[in-house]
């Protein structure tokens, strides 16, 4: 039986542990976690700088076992890190972006009308 829409092979917990700034940071129901585009593009964003920052500590841990301690080379390729990150984004086609953020914001404003209708419904009964 999958709970709170798991799938029911396999435990996903340890990607609900990588939403929890996120969630405290912004409220469920909240204008900018609901509004279609604004809600899409912060949960992008904070995807985007979440998976870089864990790069980036990716790369500071091999660089430290491979004995390069000097801060500033440390510092130099986190640096480059994100930079890579953004060239790689800037490189996407503006037409794949567009479409894929207007995906993910159409399910945003289903959302938001689903929850809207909850309620009232639950003031309803």
């Not at 609900?16 to 604004?38: C, E, N, Q, T």
Request: net charge positive; charged share 15%; proline share 2%.
């Amino acid at each position: 039986m999958a709970l709170r829409g798991r799938p029911e092979n396999g435990d996903f917990s340890h990607c609900d542990k990588a939403w929890l700034p996120y969630r405290g940071i912004m409220k469920h129901r909240s204008i900018f976690s609901h509004l279609p585009f604004v809600g899409t593009l912060i949960r992008t964003s904070y995807l985007v700088i979440s998976i870089t920052l864990i790069v980036c500590l990716i790369t500071y841990i091999m660089l430290f076992v491979l004995g390069i301690k000097t801060h500033q080379n440390i510092f130099l390729v986190m640096k480059n890190s994100f930079v890579m990150t953004f060239k790689v984004i800037l490189q996407i086609k503006r037409d794949y972006i567009i479409s894929a953020i207007l995906g993910m914001s159409a399910g945003d404003l289903i959302h938001y009308i689903l929850d809207v209708f909850a309620s009232y419904l639950k003031k309803q009964s």
